[in-house]
Nanobody
Framework: QVQLVESGGGLVQPGGSLRLSCAAS????????MSWYRQAPGKERELVAS????????NYADSVKGRFTISRDNAKNTVYLQMNSLNTEDTAVYYC?????????WGQGTQVTVSS
């Protein structure tokens, strides 16, 4: 069955960097686009970045454009989110997501906290 497991979150100071990973299993990873979402307490879950199956096309939320980079390694069934120049507004639980046959599959999330 489809499984997505995020890792790499933690506490970081403003201006710092983190690299999130999402390990995928249970489906043909290379055939599907992948996305990162985030959700802060009391706020709606929002799309952060997405990447096509071969990595040739990426999209970013305006709030992270120029600071975050989504990438994937299809040989490792892993999608990454490199986060640079982090600020307190980036504090949230970050989720990995994919869609198959119209059904959304989510990871458990990894906490990112940006604080001094």
């Amino acid at each position: 069955q489809v499984q997505l497991v995020e890792s790499g979150g933690g506490l970081v100071q403003p201006g710092g960097s983190l690299r999130l990973s999402c390990a995928a299993s249970g489906f043909t990873f290379r055939s599907y686009a992948m996305s990162w979402y985030r959700q802060a307490p009391g706020k709606e879950r929002e799309l952060v970045a997405s990447i096509s199956s071969f990595g040739g096309s990426t999209n970013y939320a305006d709030s992270v454009k120029g600071r975050f980079t989504i990438s994937r390694d299809n040989a490792k069934n892993t999608v990454y989110l490199q986060m640079n120049s982090l600020n307190t507004e980036d504090t949230a639980v970050y989720y990995c997501k994919t869609d198959r046959r119209g059904y959304a599959y989510w990871g458990q999330g990894t906490q990112v906290t940006v604080s001094s």
